[in-house]
């Protein structure tokens, strides 16, 4: 089975057990997120909601009565030690609603951390998580030499910023990666092809454990995975290399800056690598600027989809564009077209140290 078929897998037993009636409230503690003001201590993603405890307590609306769960809920530790739990319906047994609720929980939270494409940089970026898995914390580590005087100690703080939801977070949001309108897609099952929805989806999760890794290799392999998701189509089983730069070009490539950074050569650079860790499992050949590079191309890859959600409502729609944008190319037209909304965000980083990341 290929790692596709396992995760439309994966997808597919969600979606089953989604549709069963909700007959447990699954409740765990949350890491890495804080709650502004302004969303007063509740926050949707999808199917899963982030509370205050407080907030919590006084939420009415979910399948029990109020005041027999809420009796029981306070008895929850969490409750008491932790400043954001997430809260989720599921149906089934209690095994069973255990596990679909923790596993709901983990791919929600981790298309949450996509936001973090456009919204936070890769420095100090602390992991967003369910309580108790990937936490942060100090560490002291300890050299040996063979003298005494070349003895060293050192302490280091693994990154503890957390994903602050708060009143400036909903205000960038749009400005640089539409992480809203992403998840209003998300949410919308009527009027958004169920196939498309599930992907972008998908690939949220994806791009959210790569914000979530902790390797390198492992934060810029989920990117390209991502990435060959949205942009490839199920029977295209070779020239991967020259379809995916096609088709980010047609999104967001024929704007001055592709030319000006030069990201011709580093798409190729970028796959490249890709190639060496898959087939060949050369992790050491992938830094830090390889992850970069696969942020700024899958956060801009994934902003134009939606931003032009009503002119490409699936991948068909999208190769089509991809074709005719290098048709036009060709004849020396404006390949970008007319009446789309193209744009290429590089929040953190200016057209000089693209240049630098671009080179590699």
Known sequence: MTFTKMLDHEMNTKKT????????????????????????????IDEVTLFSPKRFLRTRRFVFGYDKWRKEAAKYPALTSSSVIAAVSAGGDSDTARHYGHSLIKDELSILSSSRLGYHSRDRRGIVGIA?????YDTEDLLLGQTVDLMQTSSRRHATDQLRITDEFLKMQDQ????????????????????????LRNVAILAGRSQNAIETADAFLW?????????LGEEEHSGHQAKLMARCKALFGYCPLWERTGLDAAFKKIYNARCGLVHEGNRSSISLDHVI?????????????????????????????????????????????????????????SEDRLKKFWAL
């Not at 502004?36 to 509740?42: C, F, V, Y």
């Open 293 to 349: 590079i696969s942020d700024l191309i899958l956060s801009n890859v994934i902003g134009n989809l939606v931003f032009n959600s009503s002119r490409i409502p699936n991948k068909s729609a999208l190769i089509e564009h991809s074709e005719k944008a290098k048709a036009r190319a060709r004849l020396g037209m404006d390949a970008r077209g007319k009446g789309w909304h193209w744009h290429f965000s590089h929040l953190h980083y």
């Open 223 to 231: 990117n390209m995975i991502g990435l060959e998701q949205l942009l």
């Open 176 to 199: 640089f990666f539409p992480y809203r309108r992403l998840i209003q897609m998300i949410r919308d099952r009527h009027h958004v092809d169920d196939n498309w929805r599930h992907l």
């Open 132 to 136: 108790g898995c990937l936490d942060s």
């Open 17 to 44: 057990q989604r549709e069963k009636k909700g007959l447990f409230l699954y409740i765990t503690p949350v890491t890495g997120v804080y709650l502004g003001d302004a969303i007063k201590g509740e926050y949707r």
